[in-house]
């Protein structure tokens, strides 16, 4: 008896801020899930939405939907994979952007690894690519640190480690905030780096209230942001 054909792994963008998916991704990676049944998402009313978006055959109530996010424990990936060595193909899909940038997914995506399952990246969009390429900073060498610590010492430390980096290595240092408290990330880098250093923030990216400034400390000392609620990304050069 042949042994059961497994699955793919789909690991799909979803659109950023509320725009219809349709205007961000192309047409084949619509093509490429139009089929699936099975989803891997980090929450479920935005996977939901984002499912939606897709414009897959089935209706939401035929749909298998299981949660990938902080909570989710090794052991419980095994079993999120049965679908696929079953013969079907699953997605995986973040709550904005692409998976596993600066989302969960990744140890999904290596265990289908180790148990030699097909895993497809869809192309789609990425605030932390977009807000780099259009920041005028370093794209030859650049690094991305997620969520910096949220403690006034461990932050401020961070901050003095990432500027030695972007001068010693000519690297451009990328980073993220909670929505709720990039007004006060904004302003702890303007308090802990040298007037000299570039600052970039790109907020609302690919939104009609899109908004890139990037400029030296100093000038950035001068002006007056508010960028509270909104999602950024952060990068020193």
């Known amino acids: 008896m042949s042994e059961q054909k497994k699955g793919k792994l789909f690991l799909i963008p979803s659109a950023l801020g509320d725009y219809q998916v349709q205007y961000m991704l192309a047409p084949y990676v619509l093509e490429q899930v139009h089929s699936l049944r099975f989803f891997l998402v980090e929450s479920e009313k935005s996977g939901r939405a984002a499912i939606k978006n897709l414009q897959i055959a089935h209706s939401q109530s035929e749909l298998e939907i299981f949660l990938v996010n ?40 290596a265990m289908a690894h180790q ?87 790109a907020v609302n990216l690919l939104q009609p209230d899109q908004v890139i400034h990037s400029a030296a400390i100093a000038q950035w000392r001068k002006e007056t942001h508010d960028f509270h609620k909104k999602p950024a990304v952060f990068l020193l050069s």
Not at 81 to 103: F, H, R
Not at 121 to 141: C, D, E, R, T
Not at 151 to 157: D, M, P, T, Y
Not at 185 to 192: A, E, N, P, T, V
């Open 70 to 109: 902080e909570h989710t424990k090794s052991m419980e990936y095994a079993e999120l994979l049965k679908a696929i060595e079953k013969g079907n193909d699953v997605g995986l899909i973040s709550d904005a952007g692409l998976p596993c940038v600066a989302d969960p997914g990744s140890e999904v995506v």
């Open 115 to 201: 148990k030699g399952i097909e895993v497809i990246p869809l192309p789609g969009p990425s605030s932390v690519m977009l807000a780099l390429m259009a920041s005028g900073f370093n794209g030859q060498g650049f690094a991305f640190h997620g969520y910096i610590p949220i403690e006034k010492a461990a932050r401020a430390k961070k901050i003095r480690e990432m500027e030695q980096d972007a001068f010693k290595k000519k690297q451009t240092q990328i980073f993220i905030e909670t929505p709720y408290r990039n007004n006060q990330l904004l302003q702890d880098l303007l308090k802990g780096c040298q007037a000299s250093t570039k600052l970039c923030v």
